[in-house]
């Protein structure tokens, strides 16, 4: 059964930090990795989406890789803004129908 | 072009009543998947639809959880008898295709049962 555990659960850093969200896998066998972002009380935003073949995906400030031998992804965030407090949650697609299997999330306070 | 979409936003019910909880995915996308988000759980899969065929409802937590997709687009989710335990953010995603493909959500229906 595939489970995904994300570390730190909370992280709170001064605005500037570059920082690292990390996620890991039980099972290898999956098709992508996504990262989401969740602020409070609203719905997921899509932040990168990595396929199994692929090694890491950017998009301005974030850069996600993949290690999936290892069960394993991070998503770095450069230069922290207090706009980036937000929960982030990885996600992992997997099965024969690529349902989401997701972690619990870490939740970051960007502070000013 | 238009988003994933869910009606009600919010849904306040009594517990034993019945709920309908609606998803419009992002027009030709064929895959469809529920996902359910609550304090004690996190976000967990319910069901998942290819067309309008259901091939794994694994994540459905009772008989009292049914779900149907019409014309291979609007899926509806019912909850019967609804129990407390029930209150949650119920998440739709739709996908061009199953496995490799981005899912895109819609903004959640919160139910509330009381």
């Known amino acids: 059964k595939q489970e995904v555990t994300q570390i730190p659960a909370a992280l709170s850093v001064p605005e500037g930090e570059n920082l690292v969200l990390n996620c890991s896998f039980t099972?290898?066998?999956?098709?992508?990795l996504q990262w989401f972002r969740q602020d409070p009380g609203k719905g997921l935003t899509s932040l990168l989406l990595i396929q199994s073949s692929q090694r890491e995906q950017t998009s301005g400030r974030l850069n996600a890789s993949l290690d999936k031998s290892s069960g394993r992804s991070t998503l770095y965030i450069a230069a922290s803004q207090p706009g980036d407090s937000a929960t982030y949650l990885c996600a992992v697609a997997s099965g024969n129908t690529g349902k989401l299997i997701f972690g619990q999330g870490t939740t970051l306070q960007v502070k000013p | 072009g238009a988003g994933v979409s869910q009606s009600p936003s919010n849904k306040v019910t009594e517990k034993g009543k019945d709920v309908e909880l609606r998803c419009d995915p992002i027009s030709g996308h064929t895959a469809l998947y529920w996902y359910r988000q609550s304090l004690g759980q996190g976000l967990e899969f319910l069901i998942y639809f290819q067309g309008n065929s259901a091939p794994d409802k694994s994540g459905l937590p009772s008989d009292r959880f049914s779900a149907e997709r019409t014309g291979g687009s609007v899926s509806t989710l019912t909850i019967q008898r609804t129990q407390q335990e029930d209150s949650a953010v119920y998440l739709c995603?739709?996908?061009?295709?199953?496995?490799?493909?981005?899912?895109?959500f819609g903004p959640g229906t919160r139910l509330t049962v009381t």
């Open positions: 099972d290898s066998a999956i098709y992508n």
């Open positions: 995603a739709s996908s061009p295709g199953q496995t490799s493909y981005e899912q895109y």
